[in-house]
């Protein structure tokens, strides 16, 4: 009867107000759960998953890669750019698009290697809109050297 929603519909997917969804369950409503009960016919790669690390903005350019026990994984320091400034860039972690005014080139350390390795990664300089777009730790695990579950 109804095809599948549009892509971004789980971005503003919310338990609905008058049903009851929550009540059966007596727990709060993960971002996936609204999905899947909402959303049956989403596809897997649009629904969000039980993320294991944060990303968080800790001043100076810099972000804070933390697992779930809240410890630190890795540590991005913004690279400055060079190049056409107009250029789009597309963030690895929520795979939106824009210009470097929205956009950061962001480098790890990689452990062990002393300053001389680093991995880049382009991402969001809105954390806080990027971390709410984000729907895997792909990225994530590509820059530690980690496999996905
Ligand atoms: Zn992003």
Do not use: K
């Not at 750019?81 to 929205?102: A, I, K, S």
């Amino acid at each position: 009867m109804s095809g599948p929603p549009p892509d971004d519909a789980h971005h503003d997917a919310q338990p609905d107000p008058h049903g009851d969804p929550a009540g059966s369950q007596g727990a709060a409503w993960t971002d996936r759960d609204i999905v899947l009960e909402y959303f049956p016919a989403t596809h897997e790669r649009l629904v969000p998953h039980d993320l294991a690390y944060h990303l968080e903005d800790a001043g100076d350019g810099v972000i804070v890669v933390r697992d779930r026990e809240g410890e630190e994984a890795a540590r991005l320091t913004v690279v400055t750019p060079h190049g056409n400034p107009t250029g789009e860039l597309c963030c690895d972690l929520c795979q939106r698009t824009g210009t470097r005014r929205y956009l950061g080139l962001y480098r790890a350390e990689l452990p062990g290697s002393a300053g001389r390795r680093y991995r880049y990664l382009t991402a969001c300089r809105d954390r806080r809109s990027c971390e709410a777009r984000r729907l895997d730790d792909d990225a994530i695990h590509t820059l530690l050297g980690t496999t996905a579950r």
